[in-house]
């Protein structure tokens, strides 16, 4: 569809940093995750009414909050995980922001990504600077289940996760990608781009198998891999498309809308991108064997929110074409993405 547009519904000027946001899950609530001027870490809860933003609750931490997420939690918990400039996991009921449920020291240096997934009963991956993936159970925090570590110690900046929690994917920031199998404890396959992964994201079949892995790089670009068709030589086949010169630092599928994805750039603009599926997944390779066909990109719509960076975004799950975005000139924007399907 050819016609979506971004609209931009509000901005709340902050002040302070503001490094990553997630919507509350049913909720017309958001958190921020950010750090003062004075380097203390922030969590901030706001809730959308009317024409902004009012700020509900706020917590204060020793340490720069780098990023959060609600995906190990059910609906019902809704709590709500985070990582830290200092590698500190927290865990947070948003109802109650006085301490954290629960906190441990989860690496010996900043965590740049958490994820997660409800697979064995609430999963928790984390991705930091030490170079260390790990995995953890978030019933028990004490130690990580499975810790990954790569061959070269490299900056993890970006993880995603299977909802069945089977396979973890890693991006690092010399541009290797790789994706774990976590049930048998090795790595399932590896790859790279030219420049550092800023994101990931699983994408398809509603995340309970492996089918498109997502990616947003330094360069400027995305890559979308098929990953239902893996070529013995040539792996899983690659789509690149270049968006612009800056770094794309987050690049994710709308949730009811598989193809349609929203790109967060260091120019201060947001571009809508179609991801359009070949006719047929699989064709034959010259050596007879099955191999996954390339897809095409296209452009939609794109609109220049600020000069700044905006460095994270989050689709609503309950509200169709609702996003929020963070950027460098410490606005929280609130966009309406119309025609998602």
Known sequence: MGDSQILEHSSTLVNYTLFDVNWVPSSPRLVVCGSTLAGEGTLRVYSLAGQGLSEVGSA???????????RSSSLEERLFCTGDFGGNVAVWDLEELS??????????????CITGSQGDGGQLVTGSRDGLVKVWDRRNLRTSTVTMEGDEKRDCW???????????????SNGDVRVFDIRAGKVFWETSLPQGVTSLQFSGSKGEK??????????GGVAVWDMQT???????????????????????MAPQDKGLMLATLGSGAVQLVRFKEPGHRVMIGGDGANVG??????????????????????????????????SFDQNIRILIVTGVK
């Open 293 to 326: 066909t390339p897809g095409e990109f296209l452009k939609v719509s794109a609109k220049q929110l600020t000069d700044k960076p905006v460095t994270s975004s989050d689709w609503s799950q309950d509200r169709a074409g609702l996003v929020v975005t963070t």
């Open 158 to 172: 970006a993880v995603t996760t299977l909802e069945s929690g089977e396979f973890v994917a890693a991006g690092y």
């Open 230 to 252: 893996r070529h013995k030589v040539q792996g899983y086949t690659r789509s690149d498309f270049r968006l612009e010169k800056t770094t794309v630092w987050g690049a994710s």
């Open 99 to 112: 301490e954290p449920v629960e906190e441990v020291v989860g690496h010996t240096d900043m965590i740049n």
């Open 60 to 70: 204060t931490r020793t340490k720069a909050v780098r990023c959060g997420t609600f």
């Open 210 to 219: 492996l089918d498109r892995l997502v990616a947003g790089s330094l360069g």
